[in-house]
């Protein structure tokens, strides 16, 4: 095509020329012909939009999200503009701008499947998986067989631990597409959930292998196995880092922690810490932390919630003794913890729930979400044992039959003082771990659903102060004996002693299943679920001690 070939002709034949251009590769001659409309008529909203998905295609996520965005504003009411401008705000990791654009789509056009795939596909990365599975399966209505609705229902079925549906989803999927890439990947995460390795890795190989540019499954595989140096998946992300820069941050931050991961097993500590905080700045940038409404929580909570909030324990409340509560910092064992108990006989493995939090959100005051510290010692005996049930209720609902359920939520640790006057009769477990190990191990992993700040080694330990300043606190408060501390350490020196230790707190008999929770088949979502598939091992323990050099500030941060 001519350098002028695009100057000539009606502006809807340039466009088309310009679309022809784009569809075939060839950016410069399709930017050339947008460039020249453009100056014709700034307000042409197609050529602006072009403009976009040309700057998308060439890795500048900060040009198509301009020219994307001046598109949708001369034209508000094209629902296509506003599916791509979702895209690209979504690839760029702004989240709720996406979730707003994506909104907009779908009260234009209620009928239309695309919009409520992408509200779906927003409010699953922000977390909301309700919401979205309820966008997903509206698109489906339109749709049955709709490929990318049906790979995000299968997602968000794994996400909430219906990880046999999903299983069931993606083979589907599959056997019509078995050469896509992104269903050989998430196949390979359910499996992994599942505890069925093999299979997940051999899944996880065949997307690479389909994709080799595709992050998702390396960071998947990352968490599988352990690179050696001559490992031919380290030398394929070690091209990839040379184009990180034009990869959407979503799939950059995957590959930053990939490599981290890869090289700290080979030993290559120096450059495993930089890529860890690559993949760390770029998280953060897309998802600030509020820590001021962290450090507000923690300091009302310590203020109102004293002794006299807990009046009348252990006769309130809802008496049934259905929950074991497991908290702690992300990463200091609680998945360990959990797998253990939940290879005896009478607890089932609840997993990270929300339902404390929910319950106290949706049944006492959904109009003051922030108001737990001063409203707890106000609450009526009524309003005890209502919340108390409605939480057990939803307990329940995870198993039926078994004895115990657990609910392994770490941030229930800002809401311990709700336990003991609406489920007086729950036991808590507190795990502990090294400051720096747990906070080295928070930064070193990619979390993407909460914990933000773990992606900055400063938020890092002012957020572990802050926890162990209300864990002090809990101490005080808390009735004698609800609460076990078990620490990490003394789990992996003792297996044994720890374990028999837990099983009595909870009172429950002894059970040498217990002794072998990596043989327990069960789906677990944490990061941790490779670790409780194996016995256990010790090569956590001064793990931090490999990047001792870079992490000095935060050893005089976490200092006593």
Known sequence: ???????????????????????????????????????NNPRNHQALMLLGLIARQSGRQDLAVHFAGQACSLSPTTVNHLHQFTRILHESGQLREAASVASRAVELAPQDLQSHCNLGLVLMDLGARKEAVGHIEKALTFDPHHDQSLTALAVLKRQLGKVDEAVSILEDLLKRHPDKA????????????????????????????LDPEYTEPLFSLSNLKTFT??????????????????????????????????????????????????????????????????????????????????????????????????????????????????????????????????????????????????????????????????????????????????????????????????????????CTRDPMDVCFSNYAQLFRDGQLFSYNLNDLAREYRRYERLMAHWKQVLPSGVMLDVAYEDVVSDLEQSARQLIDHCGLPWEDHCLDFHKTKRSVKTASAAQVRRPVYKSSVGRWRHFEKHLAPLADALRP
């Open 229 to 430: 140096q001559d490992d031919d998946v380290v030398k394929n992300i070690e091209a990839l880092a040379q184009k990180a820069e034009q990869m959407a941050p979503a799939n950059a931050q995957s590959l930053w922690f990939t490599i981290g991961k890869a090289y700290e097993d080979v030993g290559r500590f120096d450059e495993a810490f930089e890529a860890y905080r690559k993949g760390n700045d770029i998280y953060r940038a897309a998802h600030p932390f509020d820590e001021k409404r962290n450090e507000d929580f923690v300091e009302r909570t310590i203020r109102n919630f004293g002794p006299d909030a807990i009046k009348g324990y252990p006769d309130l409340g809802c008496l049934d003794n259905t929950t074991i509560f497991i908290v702690g910092m992300p990463r200091s064992g609680t998945t360990l913890i959990e797998q253990i108990l939940a290879s005896h006989s009478s607890v089932y493995g609840g997993g990270e729930q929300t339902h404390l939090n929910d319950v106290y959100n949706e049944s006492l005051i959904p109009q003051r979400r922030e108001a737990l510290p001063e409203l707890a010692a106000r609450l009526t005996d009524a309003q005890k044992k209502e919340m108390g049930e409605e939480y057990i209720r939803r307990q329940r609902q995870l198993s039926a039959e078994s004895r115990h359920v657990t609910d392994k939520m770490p941030s229930n640790h800002y809401l311990l003082g709700l336990i003991p006057i609406i489920v007086p009769n729950a036991k808590i477990i507190h």
């Open 1 to 39: 095509m001519s350098s002028n070939s695009g100057n000539s002709g009606t502006p809807e034949s340039q466009l088309q020329q310009a679309s022809d251009a784009f569809q075939a590769g060839d950016l410069a001659t399709a930017q050339q012909i947008c460039r020249h409309l453009i100056d």
């Open 182 to 209: 992104v269903l050989h990947s998430e196949l390979g995460n359910a499996l992994f959930m599942q505890g069925d390795l093999e299979t997940a890795q051999k899944h996880l190989e065949q997307a690479i292998k």
